[in-house]
Every structure is written in C-alpha cells, then in structure tokens.
C-alpha cells in the first residue's frame, strides 16, 4: 500500500448512541499507521436512500450495504458497527483483502446468552448472526452493483444480513479476532476488535459487563489533554 492511500471505513451511527461511534472513531485513530477515511452512516447524509424497514433496532441496521455504492463500486472498504473498540492497527484488517471474495467476515456460529439487548431490543438468534456488523468489501465485485439505495430499501433484512445476493463460496472468512463478541464470547482482552453487541457501556445497565473496562478507558481518551 502507498504512502498517500488510505483505509476507507464506514461507520454505524445512531444518535442514541453517538458517543459510542466517537469512542471507536478515538480507537481507530489510536492505532492506525495510515490515514484513515471515515464516514459516519448518519441517515441525513445519506442522499438518495429513504429508510422503509420498520424492524430496525437502530439506523444503521440496512445502511450498512450502501457501502459499495457509497465507494462508488471502487476499491476496498470496511463496515464496522458504531458500538465496539478496535485494539490494533485497521491497516492490519485491509490486508487481509482477498481478491477472489466478494466480501469477508467473520463466520459466527453462536447462541445469544441474552432474549434482550440496549434499549429494549429483543435478541433473536438467527442464520449469520452478527456476520455482517464487521465487512471488508470488495466493493467493486460485479454482484454487488445490485446494491443500490432503492433496492437495498426494498429488501428484507434475512436477505441482506445473510448476504442472499452472493454464492457461498464468495463471502471469505475473517478471523474471529476481528470481531470478538464481548459478553457472548469468553473474555479476550487482546481481541482485535471488542464488538459489545448485547449493549455498549455508554448505557448504565451495561458499565459492568464483561470488557467494559476497556471499553470505558478508551471513552476517557476522548477527554485526554482537556483542562479540567
């Protein structure tokens, strides 16, 4: 990779939780060796999408697979969920692009300890579970041109969230690493990313769970160098 690229990231966000995607944004930029590009998944910037899901649990739920079209079908991009922390450089994440996928994920293959998570949602288990709250798309992948604003905002979330438009063979696998579901998985301080996808610990029922800790560390690093 040359000197002058970067790593392109879209990010969930829902004002509800703004201070979460503020705290992973301090993360990234933390640790990252390159420039980074962000942007976050803010429903009024999206231009030419109008959200019709009404089963959604928060604003990015759909938006997410805009990002090809957002990366005008170029290159390599990242999705992340706005509610986790990333411990390493992004740049390491990028490298691991595999040209012959259409995108790569981490496979989950788990049950949900919890039938609820932050603000009241209910917890289903489902099919591809949480496979796709980390992408790295291809963004330029043929099958993906389908993804289109009006398209995506017709579509059922089974068929986005399994990644119905793809073959099986063409959705590239992750290490689970990138996407370690705190809570849910046994305690991995070092993870690469720390997903808390039952509930950030910017909520109070959630400021005891299991990686908060790290989580509210990172937060305090938002109000480093400020006078008192």
């Known amino acids: 990779m040359s000197e002058n690229q970067k ?13 979460a995607y503020h705290t992973f944004v301090q993360s990234l930029i933390d640790h990252a060796s390159i420039p ?5 998944l803010a429903m ?15 604003d990015f739920v759909y938006s997410r697979f805009l990002t090809p079209f957002l990366n005008d079908f170029k290159g390599w991009a ?12 992004i740049k390491e994440l990028l490298d691991l692009k595999d040209s012959s996928k259409a995108l790569q994920v981490v496979k ?30 291809n ?6 041109k389908i993804l289109t604003p009006d398209f995506i905002a017709n579509q059922t979330g089974k ?3 399994r990644f119905s438009w793809l073959e099986d063979q063409e959705i590239g696998e992750l290490p689970q690493e990138w996407n370690w579901l705190a809570t849910e998985y046994p305690n991995n301080e070092q993870a690469n990313i720390i ?29 480093d160098g400020m006078e008192d």
């Open 36 to 40: 980074l590009d962000i942007t976050p």
């Open 159 to 161: 068929y986005l969230h």
């Open 108 to 137: 989950h293959d788990y049950k949900t300890k919890a039938n609820q998570k932050y603000l009241g949602n209910i917890n289903q288990d489902y099919p591809r579970k949480n496979w796709s709250s980390v992408i790295l798309w």
């Open 139 to 144: 963004c330029e992948h043929p099958k993906h």
């Open 195 to 223: 997903h808390y996808t039952l509930g950030t610990p910017c909520f109070k029922d959630y400021r005891e769970t299991e990686m908060a800790d790290i989580w509210l560390k990172k937060h305090d690093r938002l109000n």
């Open 78 to 89: 990242i999705f992340a969920d706005g509610d986790m922390i990333c411990q390493k450089d």
């Open 7 to 19: 790593v392109k990231i879209y990010i969930g966000f829902d004002q509800r939780e703004s201070v």
């Open 44 to 58: 009024r910037t999206l231009k030419g999408y109008e959200e019709k899901h009404k089963d959604k649990s928060n």
